[in-house]
């Protein structure tokens, strides 16, 4: 065996490798790009061996389960965003301790809320914390 073969006897189990460990490049293919990528296996198939009807129900199947599952997935977004939104506007008038969006530690009563790219941000002075930097909510009157 030459050294060519030696090369693509390497890439092949690296790639079989690769493909074992977590996510796959599948994970990150959307509806749209995979039906495209159906059909055009639909078109390229061989006539004389066309594919297997299982198979295409089989990957139809695949489609709606990336479908639902990004639906789900921005479902819980928007009952996240909701929450914490729900949370923070608790936390107006209270007095919290926290870390600013610029890593410094800071202790003051919440003026405000806003909801920024889908981040809970917390107004404090002017200083704005983020909701997950929020490490105590003290009692009326600390500071």
Known sequence: ????????????????STSSYGTSAYDKLDVETFTKLLVAELQN??????????????????????QSSTELS???????????????????GHTIAGLTDDAKPITGKVDKVTIADGVTK??????????????????????
Request: no cysteine; proline share 4%; glycine share 6%.
């Open 122 to 143: 917390l107004h404090v002075g002017a200083s704005t914390i983020d909701l997950k930097n929020v490490s105590e909510i003290l009692p009326d009157g600390a500071a």
């Open 74 to 92: 921005k479902t819980l977004q928007a009952v996240l965003l909701g929450q914490n939104v729900t949370t923070a506007s608790t936390m107006i």
């Open 1 to 16: 065996m030459g050294a060519a073969g030696i090369n693509s006897t390497q890439n092949s189990s690296q790639s079989n």
């Open 45 to 66: 198939q061989d006539p004389l061996s066309p594919m297997d009807s299982a198979q295409i129900i089989q990957q139809v199947s695949e489609i709606r389960s990336i």
